[in-house]
């Protein structure tokens, strides 16, 4: 029920303020009194065009106010759905700049034109010649039957179930569609996950493969190098072993009468120990290092394979390939789980669909 009328700055009417009575109200004067500029006023909070309007100060803007009992039209659910605060005294505010610029609003809350003529539209009704409007309408034909037949609380509960039904009916297409998508995927993705799963990728394998393949690419280098250097320390005639063995054998003999070049003779024989395990470990190294043509060809199989699927997929080194298969692995399983989502999504939906 509308109980207040605010009009301000829109054609003649410079400042306007009517109280509606809780009874039956009548507006009356005589022809260009000004009733029809009234209705034109409230035309604008029922959200119709406000091209055309003139301001009585044509700096100012226009604003139509009105204040509404809504205690009894059962409006809490539009409220709710359009996240307005809900009060049983309802403000409906509607203002036009000067230039022509229009904005609405619902308890001081801004709202756009539909939302606006979908409240306004349950409030209040305009009848003209030759219209019965609401009379026409399902909506307005079946809420009389609620009304007479007190089904409100019935009513809520079938709306509520009602709104769960579409949302699981939604998000079973939505899953379908999901499932349909993902399946002409699923092949690829098993294909893919095999070939990773075949290679038997280990962290840290690709390093040493490429460091395993550099030593044997190089290996007659490498023992040449190795020789001549075990030849200086320990093998020539006048090899360093040799010769610190003399040095160290003569500061022994001075420090027999110089106690100082002990500590020296110490030192020598500590660098002497040294070189020996530094010879060995060459001679040793000599021993192992040797060019295998069966091994650098698994060698470089085994890399071709990495390097391949590195190139294919996109990844700079192992762990993003493994982290890729696990990725692959979980969608997989994600897929295969959509059947049993789907069954049920439809023992859902049947049920709320009988409620």
Known sequence: MLCRLSVNNYALIRNLDIEFGKHFSVITGETGAGKSIILGALSLILGNRADNITFVDPLKK??????????????EAFFSDNNLDYESQCIIRREIT????????INDTPVNLIQ???????????????????????????????AVADNKKLLKQYKDTYKRYLILRKELEETRLKEQKEKTELDYLVFIVEELRIASLVSGEQDQLEQDLEVQSHAEEIRSKLYLAAGILNEDDENIIKKLKEVVNSVIAASRY???LKVLSERLDSTLLELKDIAEVISDTMEKIQYN???????????NIIYRLQQKHHAKDIDELITLAENYEQRISGIESLDQKISELEKKLQECYKD
Request: glycine share 2%.
């Open 258 to 260: 110089y106690t100082d």
């Open 98 to 105: 000067p230039q022509g610029k229009s904005r609405a609003f």
């Open 116 to 146: 606006l003529k979908e409240i306004t539209s349950r409030l209040i009704d305009v009848h003209s010649q030759h219209q019965t409007l609401l009379l026409r309408e399902n909506s307005f034909q079946l809420s009389v039957v609620d």
């Open 62 to 75: 226009c604003t139509v106010e009105g204040t509404f009992d809504i205690s009894k039209c059962e409006l």
């Open 293 to 303: 043509p069966e091994l650098m060809a698994q060698i470089n199989d085994r890399l």
